[in-house]
């Protein structure tokens, strides 16, 4: 049987202010966590007993996924934290040292083990990446995927021989500096001996620190380039376009919610939409107890979340509307992702609620 491990201990930094209330895995693709979708394609390929890393927002991720019975698999999670003058912080372990510290606790690991980042959509056959990495003996195998040059400094980067050996891991080099286009794509396969070289009770990386070290001592050590669809959701601008692929149908087992009440435009229940009195190109999804006024121009890709409210003559393009923004009339946003409280352009540029220097208006519709 081959056991899970997904990483979501980490803060998130580079997707704020998405993160700012909510832990990385629980940023919603059509309305449903991303860590969810990894749930549910690891219980499809038998992986049944899956331990969580958690630290920041912890108890978001699990009150909504529990004991993991919903989608047939059992979940634990593993708190990292410390007490600093009579509060309890978040400390994250790193990828590694958070592995350590649950294996020391109960030795989980005992089988070969599926790890995987908690804020990545994935279509890996799982169960044939077992196989092949039990075929070559592998102590411990990287999942790889070729990347443009440029993009190296977004990822580490695996160099290895014609036989599928690493030979170097760099993490995250300047593109002059990359020796190979194969980019990590953060999902592993290890046996339970990999763990024993990960030192206690210390923060430890799976990428800078327990990788090279396989490499230094001549480890089975693999690296698997089998092509899977890969979605990573390291940048905000990274989120965006995610959401675009999707709502396009570009991206497999992701269909729209709702129900299609005319050709590429899909709706929860109860909404409130001049339908002969406004503008929508879809693809375009409008949640549940949406109000849109006359006059108002929808032009997808666009996902409206449930509670929202478009004020008469506003035009969204291209965008990410979460539950309960309300934008006002005549106003125009474009290739943006927004909430009740800020608003962030496909580049990353965040501007908040408020801002006089902002010609932007837009508000929170529970009021």
């Known amino acids: ?14 997707v704020r202010p998405l993160t700012k209330d909510l832990p990385k895995p629980m940023i919603p693709i059509l309305g449903k966590p991303v860590m969810e979708y990894l749930v549910g ?3 499809r390929h038998g992986v049944r007993q899956i331990m969580v890393n958690v630290a920041y927002h912890h108890r978001k991720i699990e009150e909504y996924f529990g004991d993991g019975s919903r989608w047939g698999v059992e979940i634990g999670y593993s708190y990292e934290g410390t007490l600093d003058h009579g509060d309890i912080l978040p400390c994250p372990l790193g990828s590694a040292g958070g592995m350590r510290r649950i294996q020391d606790f109960s030795g989980f690991f005992d089988e070969t083990t599926l790890v995987v980042c908690g804020d990545a959509l994935i279509d890996l056959d799982i169960s044939a990446a077992v196989a092949e990495h039990r075929r070559q003996g592998a102590m411990a195998t990287v999942l790889a995927q070729t990347v443009p040059a440029q993009e190296a400094p977004n990822y580490g980067m695996v160099v290895s021989d014609p036989m599928g050996r690493v030979l170097a891991f760099q993490e995250k080099p300047r593109p002059e500096d990359a020796l190979s286009n194969l980019a990590s794509t953060g999902i592993y396969l290890f046996e339970p001996p990999v763990l024993d070289l990960v030192p206690r009770h210390t923060r430890y990386d799976i990428g800078s620190q327990l990788f090279p070290l396989l490499v230094a001592q001549g480890l089975p050590f693999l690296v698997q380039t089998t092509p899977f669809h890969w979605i990573d959701i390291g940048r905000v601008s990274d989120y ?6 999707v709502l396009r149908g570009e991206v497999v087992n992701m269909p729209m919610p709702g129900r299609e009440i005319r050709p590429g435009i899909w709706a929860g229940i109860s909404v409130q939409v001049a339908w002969d009195q406004v503008h929508l190109e879809g693809p375009v999804y409008i949640g549940s107890g949406v109000c849109i006024e006359p006059g108002a121009r929808i032009i997808g890709p666009t996902w409206i979340g449930h509670g929202c409210h478009i004020r008469k003559n506003a035009v969204v393009a291209r965008s990410v509307l979460f539950e309960y923004t309300r934008i006002g009339e005549s106003m125009m946003f474009q290739e943006v992702v927004m909430s009740p409280h800020y608003c962030v352009n496909r580049h990353g540029e965040t501007t908040y609620r408020g801002d006089d220097t902002s010609a932007l208006r837009w508000s929170d519709a529970r009021a």
Do not use: D, N
């Not at 049987?1 to 580079?14: S, V």
């Open 1 to 14: 049987m081959t056991k899970g491990m997904i990483l979501a201990a980490g803060q998130g930094t580079r």
């Open 41 to 43: 394609h690891m219980a």
């Open 240 to 245: 965006w376009s995610v959401l675009q692929r």
